[in-house]
């Protein structure tokens, strides 16, 4: 199978969930000298599902080296309110689908009307980057999740084998630290640039009342996080049921 020129000169694939910081990681390589692109699904970059392990041997018999990807693992339920916001505040105005932002649901309805359009999405599968891009590319290259490491003392994990190079981060932690990270799995010094942040976008105000009055159904809630379990105990040294309370408590208001 061909692959595109540009799939095939990458120094690094940025294959990552929705709002999991896939365009700071894009914008601070590119200006740091590394080619690279994200997705975070493989049709984003003209895939088809059962292609990926097929590229990563292509890539290797071009360069004689393993294709570097990131992937980045967020608070599950962090991640919906992010993805939901930029889906239903940021594209509509993108795309030209509405004139301005007054016209976009996250202007017209109320904070309690889009929670609960939030809760619909989530327990209808329906909300847009739901998937976890980590479990795509384990399925694609026949990884299982118990394979892979998260190093608490690096704050990443590096997985390996003939063709692939996969570092997997924690979104709170690479946010925070994404310039001294990069720099160590780059082995360069790596100067940060930031993209696509929540305080700046249009609703940030909405989106803080939005967080600050949430109270989702804890069925919900353990739901997200069950479907979730074998990546939490990977990414968190507390324990699923320490981290499950706490989802419970900040957005489900269990006292």
Known sequence: MKFNDELMSLDYLIFSSHKTATQTLVKTLRNNGYNCIHCHVLNNIGMQNGTFESYTNEYYLKHKKKINIITVFRDPIERHIS???????????????????????IYKKTVIE???KLFDEINNKTLVGQEESIEQICNELKIEIDDLNYDFEKNYGLYENERVRLYIFRFDILIKRIDSLLTQITCKKILRHSSNKSSTKWYFDIYSE??????????????????????IELFYSESYESILNKALIKYGNMT
Request: net charge negative; glycine share 4%; no cysteine.
């Open 210 to 231: 939005f967080i600050g009055s949430i109270n989702i159904p804890h069925e919900i809630i353990t739901k997200v996080y069950f479907s979730r379990r074998d990546l």
């Open 114 to 116: 889009l929670q609960n």
């Open 83 to 105: 993805s939901f916001f930029q889906w239903y505040g940021t594209k509509p105005i993108r795309d030209k689908d509405v004139d301005s932002e007054l016209d976009t649901i």
